[in-house]
């Protein structure tokens, strides 16, 4: 194996290069200034694979493409917790859910972590919606989350967590905790086979359209906006346009806007859309 120093530098070249390559195979655009970011995040991987530079592995990519979900993983940020976002919460539970259970149609609530990372979302979503299961004679539903990393869909799919992954939801939601998460400090917790048994987990890239399924009853598109162009955003929610109810809610993240973008969404509040069904805001 050569011999890495770990000061390994990246070319402006090759920072074009790979900025191009994780574009075009994931839509994500990596700013001019985030050199530094990618340098950090690739560096082990080119000690892992012996190779000597950027630009070896560059070449690397274009022979290998096991290695193109390798840089995938790598680059695409993961950050979450449970019950991130508590306004966002309070809207589902205090808001969207007396809307479905008033308007009564015996059918399945279907949920969509579309940025799911590694599960922490969904698995909030699980529990919250376990609840209204408990109390709520007949109602039902599934959660799908999707990722265009394998890397978090695995540790989403093994669904264990401890520490500052669930600490918000523990301090904040410690009824739901207790009664949807079993386990222990040591050992982590997971969610109850009930849960679990309403969640998948899936690849999936946003660029393109999701197949297989049926219309989405909510679907959160939280903090993962901010990493595509307008173009590739307005993309990216025309597919999610096409696939949730009109009745449907669209939660993004704190630091995203829709304003300026041409969607088929209304803010009914900050970070919260519902589809415009027609003149004048959108469908009640």
């Known amino acids: 194996m050569r011999n890495h120093s770990t000061d390994i530098t990246m070319s402006d070249d090759d920072f074009s290069k790979l900025r191009a390559i ?42 290998d493409p096991g290695e193109m979900q390798e840089l995938t993983d790598r680059v695409t940020t993961n950050e979450t917790y449970f019950y991130r976002t508590p306004r966002v919460w309070n809207y589902f539970q205090e808001v969207f859910l007396p809307e479905f259970h008033a308007i009564g149609e015996n059918r399945r609530m279907r949920v969509w972590s579309a940025a799911a990372s590694t599960g ?4 909030t979503i699980g529990a919250i919606l376990e609840q209204q299961r408990l109390t709520k004679p007949g109602f039902d539903y599934s959660v799908l989350g999707t990722d265009v990393s394998s890397r978090v869909l695995e540790v989403a799919q093994k669904g264990v967590y401890n520490g500052r992954s669930i600490a918000r939801f523990r301090k904040e939601r410690p009824e739901l905790f207790a009664s949807h998460m079993a386990g222990s400090d040591a050992d982590g917790y997971k969610a109850v086979p009930p849960v679990r048994a309403r969640l998948k987990f899936k690849l999936h890239n946003l660029l393109e359209r999701l197949g297989g399924t049926s219309p989405f009853d909510v679907v959160f598109l939280r903090n993962v906006l901010i990493y595509f162009t307008d173009e590739d955003q307005e993309t990216i929610l025309r597919h999610v346009r096409d696939l949730i109810r009109p009745d449907g809610v669209l939660f993004i993240g704190e630091s ?17 859309y519902r589809p415009v069904t027609r003149a004048g805001g959108p469908c009640a």
């Open 256 to 272: 995203e806007t829709l304003n300026n973008l041409s969607t088929g969404f209304e803010q009914v509040a900050p970070i919260i």
């Open 22 to 63: 994780v574009h075009r195979n994931t839509g994500i655009t990596i700013g001019e200034t985030r050199k530094t970011m990618l340098v950090s995040r690739l560096r082990r991987r080119l000690r892992e694979v012996d190779e000597p530079s950027f630009a070896a592995y560059i070449t690397r990519l274009s022979k």
């Open 120 to 123: 922490e979302e969904a698995h």
